[in-house]
């Protein structure tokens, strides 16, 4: 298990669906989608661009021509530079899965109160009053 990071407060995000951290010198952007959390490094595997300025997008699934439908909403994130699509739950590449992926990041959500009882930490900018956001690396 990894050290446990502090990077934000829950109420950040009531404003948007991401923000770009840094932890121990990587750049990590955060997403919220609906109730859950992710995290990847903030540099798309094919040419370096910034997954942070990226769009996140439905699935888009067909069985057969004109059968389209859309699921996972807000799951796949397209990178600005030349869109190429990764899954946030698991990085993988969605034209090249196993193959080519981008670097997910654990992230939990914890009281503040607990901050002190779940290992060691770094403190940025976080009080220990409500809801605090941990990636762990």
């Not at 959500?109 to 762990?136: F, I, M, N």
């Amino acid at each position: 298990m990894g050290e446990k990071h502090v990077v934000a407060r829950v109420a950040d995000f009531e404003a948007t669906d991401r923000k770009l951290v840094e932890v121990k010198g990587r750049p990590i952007v955060i997403f919220r989608v609906g109730g859950e959390w992710f995290g990847m490094l903030n540099r798309c595997p094919h040419q370096g661009g910034s997954l942070c300025a990226g769009h996140l997008i439905s699935l888009v699934e067909s069985d057969r021509p004109g059968d389209i439908r859309m699921s996972r909403k807000g799951e796949i994130l397209r990178c600005p530079w030349h869109g190429w699509e990764f899954d946030i739950r698991t990085g993988e590449s969605m034209a090249r899965p196993g193959r080519i992926r981008s670097r997910p990041v654990e992230v939990s959500v914890v009281k503040a109160a607990e901050v002190e009882t779940v290992g060691p930490l770094e403190k940025y900018d976080v009080t220990q009053e409500g809801d605090v956001v941990v990636v762990e690396l």
